[in-house]
Nanobody
Framework: QVQLVESGGGLVQPGGSLRLSCAASGSILSIHNMNWYRQAPGKERELVAT???????DYADSVKGRYTISRDNAKNTEYLQMNSLKPEDTAVYYCNGYVRPRYGVARIYWGQGTQVTVSS
């Protein structure tokens, strides 16, 4: 059973920083692209950042220069370092990854989400 679990969310003041983690567990052969999405109240879920297995990254324009995505393939974990946070960054943040399990079919798995609130 493959699971992705996020951690690191919370309440932070504008201009502050948070680091999110997403750990995948289970019988995993490899994880290809890993991503961070977010969904604010009343808005659609949006892609925030992507990282390939080899470490190539891409970001939404709204977070470029402030967020950094990274991963540790040995730990099947990805991270999202968020700096210079703004109130408009407030959302539930979700991770996902295209997982090739030891048993079964490769597919996308999602985490359960972690709340990030930026407020004074």
């Amino acid at each position: 059973q493959v699971q992705l679990v996020e951690s690191g969310g919370g309440l932070v003041q504008p201009g502050g920083s948070l680091r999110l983690s997403c750990a995948a567990s289970g019988s995993i052969l490899s994880i290809h692209n890993m991503n961070w999405y977010r969904q604010a109240p009343g808005k659609e879920r949006e892609l925030v950042a992507t990282i390939t297995y080899g470490g190539s990254t891409d970001y939404a324009d709204s977070v470029k220069g402030r967020y950094t995505i990274s991963r540790d393939n040995a730990k099947n974990t990805e991270y999202l370092q968020m700096n210079s946070l703004k109130p408009e960054d407030t959302a539930v943040y979700y991770c996902n990854g295209y997982v090739r399990p030891r048993y079964g079919v490769a597919r996308i798995y999602w985490g359960q989400g972690t709340q990030v609130t930026v407020s004074s």
